[in-house]
């Protein structure tokens, strides 16, 4: 398996404009996670979904942060309109399940977002 | 998921074995142990996880305590690659779980 894909890598935008990073996680994992992270407040999970539903959105910073799922192999966080203060390298993870050991979970390369 | 505490920076030299402990005296009966680490830029990479007995593999030991309450990773022949940032998680649920600052490794030539 080629393992969790993000992309873009990089995005540079600026501030007002709309940005949507996109994940594919790995295939047969349940569960897929939004991570956000940065030098003042760390790694922070950001929502997270069970079989495409999202389960726990309250990592979410604002109504400014949106995510979908609209299938097993695919997810989108949507920044609308973005801020200079949403800088950060957002990952995505995914995991089997949970119970027994399978809450490990496989994290993507991440993508570095600068919004100026 | 139980809250852990790990020292903020270690040091360790090339090949000798490095030891990071993590405090978890929170840790519930059904809560797995994880460890992750974050090289430079890159995103977390899974290292071991354990429940109750000792676990080995290719990576890293992991050594937990009888009564849970603590456990220590071991790299038993530290490289240069291995100096990261070491996460230690408690956690029963896939969902929410904190990774909190983690212990910062530098390996020494």
């Known amino acids: 398996d080629a393992g969790v894909i993000q992309s873009p890598r990089h995005e540079v935008t600026e501030m007002g404009q709309e940005v949507t990073l996109r994940c594919k996680p790995i295939?047969?994992?349940?569960?897929l996670f939004w991570y956000r992270q940065t030098m003042m407040r760390g790694l922070e999970l950001l929502i997270y979904?069970?079989?495409?539903?999202?389960?726990?959105d309250s990592g979410m910073p604002e109504d400014r942060f949106s995510a979908k799922m609209p299938n097993a192999s695919f997810s989108t966080l949507k920044i609308q309109p973005s801020e200079p203060r949403d800088s950060a390298v957002y990952f995505c993870?995914?995991?089997?399940?949970?119970?027994?050991?399978?809450?490990?979970?496989?994290f993507g390369p991440g993508t570095r977002l600068l919004v100026l | 998921d139980a809250k852990t505490t790990q020292p903020t920076s270690m040091d360790c030299a090339e090949g000798r074995a490095a030891n990071l402990p993590c405090n978890h005296s929170?840790?519930?009966?059904?809560?797995?142990v994880y460890w992750y680490r974050q090289i430079h830029s890159q995103g977390p990479q899974y290292i071991i996880h354990?429940?109750?007995n000792n676990e080995t593999n290719e990576m890293a030991s992991l050594i937990i305590t009888e009564d849970r309450k603590s456990s220590t990773l071991i790299l038993p022949h530290a490289t240069l690659r291995d100096t990261a940032v070491y996460y230690c998680?408690?956690?029963?649920?896939?969902?929410?779980?904190?990774f909190g600052d983690g212990t910062t490794l530098t390996v020494k030539p």
């Open positions: 295939s047969g994992h349940d569960y």
């Open positions: 979904f069970n079989n495409n539903v999202p389960i726990d």
């Open positions: 929170t840790i519930s009966g059904n809560e797995y």
């Open positions: 993870a995914s995991s089997l399940g949970q119970g027994r050991g399978e809450e490990t979970q496989y």
């Open positions: 998680i408690v956690r029963v649920n896939a969902g929410k779980s904190t």
């Open positions: 354990g429940l109750k």
